[in-house]
T-cell receptor
């Protein structure tokens, strides 16, 4: 079975540009999570969806960040405009069921904003 | 709120040494506890989990026991290998915390390096 798929794996862009990260969760999973990982702040939950509905977006840093999940098999995280401090590895994860369930992580997108 | 505290790294061990990575937690409800591992350049993957007090999770020679009285979930392995070099994350999920019940609260991670 394919795991969580993320694209692109690497993204280098210039400050001010729009960046879109993509995620395909494991088929049948009903929860999807976006995380950001940096050396300074560790692993941070940005937003999560349950049955395609955003449940908690309190981790989204500011209005420049937005996330959508138009259907059960696709989600995007958009940064507009991007800034150098957004440079990080962004992970998508999915799970089936509630809080006692394992989350399956994608390989991540390494974003560099120059 | 919920929080996870794990020992600071990095930890460097010789092959076949005994490993302990300490993890303690605070939670408002009755959490499930997890250890995730992240190998270089990869995403996190579940190593083991425990869902109730006194449960022992185990996988690939690693073990951790859910200790409610000490709010701990320490990770142990009797004999580490070079291939165990990775970052280890302790995490909790609190199903009773309402809207946050699907979330994992992670510790900051402990980097383990095993040298031959």
């Amino acid at each position: 079975d394919a795991g969580v798929i993320q694209s692109p794996r690497h993204e280098v862009t210039e400050m001010g540009q729009e960046v879109t990260l993509r995620c395909k969760p494991i088929s049948g999973h009903n929860s999807l999570f976006w995380y950001r990982q940096t050396m300074m702040r560790g692993l941070e939950l940005l937003i999560y969806f349950n049955n395609n509905v955003p449940i908690d977006d309190s981790g989204m840093p500011e209005d420049r960040f937005s996330a959508k999940m138009p259907n059960a098999s696709f989600s995007t995280l958009k940064i507009q405009p991007s800034e150098p401090r957004d440079s990080a590895v962004y992970f998508c994860a999915s799970s089936l069921g509630g809080g006692r369930s394992e989350q399956f992580f994608g390989p991540g997108t390494r974003l560099t904003v120059l | 709120g919920n929080s996870v505290t794990q020992m600071e790294g990095p930890v460097t061990l010789s092959e076949e040494a005994f490993l302990t990575i300490n993890c303690t937690y605070t939670a408002t409800g009755y959490p499930s506890l997890f250890w995730y591992v992240q190998y270089p350049g990869e995403g996190l993957q579940l190593l083991l989990k425990a869902t109730k007090a006194d449960d022992k999770g185990s996988n690939k020679g690693f073990e951790a026991t859910y200790r409610k009285e000490t709010t701990s979930f320490h990770l142990e392995k009797g004999s580490v290998q070079v291939s165990d070099s990775a970052v280890y994350f302790c995490a909790l999920s609190d199903p009773g915390s309402g809207a946050g019940s699907y979330q994992l609260t992670f510790g900051k991670g402990t980097k383990l390096s095993v040298i031959p």
